[in-house]
Each structure stands twice: as C-alpha cells, then as structure tokens.
C-alpha cells in the first residue's frame, strides 16, 4: 500500500462547476499538508498549505484536512479553464515530503 | 525576484556522456531535493540535502549524483550510467528536509539523441 494514494483521473468538467481532489494516507506522523498545480512543461506551484485539521480557503480554493480519516481535500469553486492542469497532494512530517501521483483536470468552457 | 532557478530548461544529451543540470535558490532555505518525473508517473526522489555539504540518496539514486558546496546551490549530473534519462527534472527546496513548505523551480527536461 502506498503512503499516499490520489485518484489520477483524468476528471474533466464544465466551468463554473465545483470540483473535489482527494487523498488519503496512511502514516499519522504526516504534519504539513500541501496541493500544487502544475501546468504542462512547468515546475509544480505551491497552491495551498495547511498543518491543521480544519479547512482554509485562499479565493475559490479551500483545502481540507481530516487527520482522524487520513483524508485531505482540495475544493475548487467556480472552475476556469485555466484551472486545468495536474493537481498533486503533498504530505510532510519525520523528515520527509511524499507525494501523490496526480489528478489531471480539464474545465471545458 | 526569489525562488529556484533551474537551467538549462532544455538539455540534451548523447549516449555514453554525463550531464549536469543547475539548480540555484535564493529563498536561503537548508534543504534542497532532486526529482524525477516521467508521463503518468508521480514525483520520485533522486537526491535530497539537509545541510552544505551533506546529501543523502532517494528512491532512485542509481545513475545520478550531487554535490552541495554552496547552502543556494545543489547541482545534478546525470551519469553514463542512468540506462533510461529521458525525463522532466525538477529542483525543490525547504527550509528544512521534509517540514514546511517545498517550493519546485520551473524544471530541465533532459532528452538523450
């Protein structure tokens, strides 16, 4: 079983519509929970970062963090085209950053 | 303008050469990482640093090697010896190994002729 495990999709939606990414994990000791956007041929941006049980929201991005379910969300309200890319789960703690495969999303107009 | 630099963006190598690939930060964070990514595969870990001078293997070592002189600078040579290095590379640095925010350069795709 992996540390990590993210529905790779492919997940292709209507604008304005509201999308959910998720992961689940298996190791408690994770602290620090991060997504990042990453667009063809690009480095992978820092979208949201969260070390808490709890949502955050930064704009039409909330992220959501279940430590009693192993379980972290990332909601997008509202999706643009632009939004579509690769979004990745990123998961922290003892020393060491894992990763989930990736969930490529495309918002069609 | 801070962040990870990472050159060339495109890089292209013969059979049989060694190449090395630039990664430099400014974002004067301790820990710097090296990761590889191929089409429908996650992320995987090459070589991670904590602190100058000191480095440690990842997942997939074989074929790569590092140095860490300098706290902004972590470079990556791709050795005659990596039997399959077609793929997109990516920089990564934190302020410290595996805490906090990780932030990536714009990454090399390397491309062996």
């Known amino acids: 079983q992996k540390e990590v495990e993210q529905d790779p999709g492919p997940l292709s939606v209507p604008e304005g519509a509201i999308v959910s990414l998720n992961c689940t994990y298996s190791?408690?000791?994770?602290?620090?929970f991060m997504w990042y956007r990453q667009y063809s041929r690009k480095g992978p941006e820092l979208l949201m970062y969260?070390?808490?049980?709890g949502n955050k929201e930064d704009g039409r991005f909330t992220a959501q963090v279940d430590k009693s379910s192993k379980y972290i969300s990332l909601f997008i309200r509202d999706s643009q085209p632009s939004d579509s890319a690769t979004y990745l789960c990123?998961?922290?703690?003892?020393?060491?950053?894992?990763f989930g495969q990736g969930t490529i999303l495309t918002v069609h107009p | 303008d801070g962040g990870i630099t990472q050159s060339p963006k495109y890089l292209f190598r013969k059979e049989g050469q060694n190449v090395t690939l630039s990664c430099e930060q400014n974002?004067?964070?301790?820990?710097m990482y090296w990761y590889r990514q191929d089409p429908g595969q996650g992320l995987r870990l090459i070589y991670y640093?904590?602190?100058?001078?000191?480095?440690q293997k990842g997942d997939i070592a074989e074929g790569y090697s590092v140095s860490r002189e300098k706290k902004e600078s972590f470079p990556l040579t791709v050795t005659s010896a990596q039997k399959n290095p077609t793929a997109f590379y990516l920089c990564?640095?934190?302020?410290?190994?595996?805490?906090?925010?990780?932030?990536f350069g714009q990454g090399t795709r390397l491309t062996v002729v």
């Open positions: 974002l004067n964070h301790d820990a």
């Open positions: 969260t070390y808490s049980s």
């Open positions: 990564a640095s934190s302020m410290a190994q595996g805490e906090g925010r990780t932030f």
């Open positions: 990123a998961m922290s703690g003892y020393g060491k950053l894992t």
């Open positions: 640093s904590q602190i100058v001078n000191d480095f």
């Open positions: 190791n408690s000791a994770f602290q620090y």
